[in-house]
């Protein structure tokens, strides 16, 4: 597409050209024409009233009255030829071999003038008009090229970006991050893309705690199941039922295995590994480790409740993640250790701020925080820049959004509230195996 944009605007651009430049040019050399032409006329007019004054006046023609038209700053210079009325010849200027531009007049009193100019000269001054006007045609195509290249890629590069984030989502990334391109028909179709992002991602979720929860429901009666085998295979006095429930047994180990490996496939192919997270459960883990912690370190730890938030994230990496940045508000922070959220303006992501009363990071420290091997202190400086890498692996986006005291903030894309697993899969109701009753 770059290639061809190119190509339109270069040949819209020399078409304008050949339309404008050539009669330009045409036009040019004829207005020079004309006008080196009519100076010639009326510079032998004027001369032909000094000659007619000179002879009313009888007046002696010489040579010395001519050499003032001979030429000057702004004339060409010209051969001069006057014939009195007597027939006597008077001469001044150069001589031609060359074509000439002549111009003749004849006096009242009966003296001819001439004056001739080389037609070289003229045809001179019109090719510089012509040169002028290619030259000005060829800056104007080259700036046309650049102008071209340059709209190109203003027009491809939103393109390329759009395709790159429509290879994530096909891989199973959520919901992409596209700056607005400044163009309306692009930006209808990231627009539209994001949205189906967020259908995607939300049925993607969706399928996988179905998955989970069939796996679940399944595992449960056949848990259940094999109790009841084993003990048929241990209080049984017959060979034939013992045998019987060995095999069965066997069996239903077998389909156990079976519905572990279709729920491992399921996850594999649904491409990436994001899942509808409830903060508030990955809060309650992470407050029941990091808790005892704070509490020996005299500090407290302050986990926001979450209460139906979900996001779409990996559920191990969002775990390192916080437990990342609990331990460094731990070893290099003071004072109170918040972890608070807060739903985007738009609805589609969820904000997670951690922060501390600490001296905060240095100025200096701050534009490389996440950079591996930097780190202000005894650190490794792996923390964060890994930290940062498994927040944009699912589409979010870890930031120091405030230095002092240090704020860290956290973005992950939320579930759409119309896909939401819980709504779209509710809980469900109870099974009853044998005479045991298991909630699936």
């Known amino acids: 597409m770059r290639r061809r944009a190119v190509q339109m605007i270069i040949a819209a651009v020399a078409v304008a050209v050949v339309l404008l430049g050539v009669p330009m040019a045409v036009f040019g050399a004829i207005f020079v024409w004309d006008r080196e032409q009519a100076a010639l006329e009326q510079r032998v007019s004027s001369l032909g009233r000094s000659v007619e004054r000179r002879l009313v006046n009888d007046e002696e023609l010489d040579v010395q009255m001519l050499e003032p038209w001979v030429g000057g700053e702004r004339n060409l210079e010209a051969a001069i030829l006057v014939q009195s009325p007597a027939g006597e010849e008077l001469r001044a200027g150069p001589e031609f071999t060359d074509s000439v531009v002549r111009s003749l007049q004849i006096t009242p009193s009966g003296a001819t003038v001439r004056m001739d100019v080389a037609a070289t000269e003229i045809q001179w001054a019109a090719a ?17 090229i650049l102008v071209a290249n340059r709209q190109a890629r203003r027009l491809s590069a939103p393109l390329i970006y759009l395709a790159a984030s429509a290879e994530q989502i096909g891989s199973g990334q959520v919901r992409p991050r596209l700056k607005p391109s400044g ?33 679940h429901q399944l595992r449960t009666p056949l848990t259940a199941l094999s109790m009841r085998l084993e003990e048929i295979l241990a209080l049984s006095d017959s060979e034939e039922v013992r045998e019987e429930a060995r095999v069965s047994l066997e069996q239903v180990e077998r389909l156990t295995g079976v519905v572990d490996d279709l729920l491992k496939t399921s996850r594999s192919a649904g491409g990436g590994t994001t899942e509808a997270v409830h903060l508030d459960e990955v809060f309650a883990q992470q407050h029941e480790e990091w808790g005892p912690a704070f509490k020996k370190a005299k500090r407290e730890l302050v986990l926001d409740d979450a209460a139906g938030l979900a996001v779409l994230a990996t559920p191990g990496a969002l775990a390192q993640v916080l437990a990342t940045l609990l331990e460094n508000a731990l070893k290099y922070g003071a004072g109170t250790t918040k972890v608070v959220t807060r739903p985007a303006s738009a609805g589609h992501g969820v904000f997670i701020a951690v922060s501390d009363e600490g001296e905060g990071v240095d100025d200096e420290l701050a534009p490389d925080i996440f950079t591996k091997h930097v780190s202000g202190r005894s650190g490794t400086g792996l923390g964060l820049a890994l930290a940062k890498d498994l927040v944009a692996a699912d589409g979010g986006r870890l930031e120091l959004s405030q230095r002092r005291p240090p704020v860290f903030t956290i973005f992950y894309n939320a579930v759409p ?7 779209v899969l509710p809980q469900g109701a109870l099974v009853s195996v044998g005479r045991r009753r298991r909630r699936r």
């Open 128 to 144: 510089k008009v012509v040169l002028l006007v290619i030259g000005s045609s060829a800056i104007a195509l080259g700036v046309g």
């Open 183 to 215: 163009i309306e028909e692009i930006d209808l179709v990231a627009a539209e893309l994001v949205r189906t992002a967020d259908r995607m991602a939300g049925r993607l979720a969706a399928e996988r705690q179905f998955a989970a929860d069939a796996s």
């Open 417 to 423: 509230k119309s896909l939401d697993p819980d709504v």
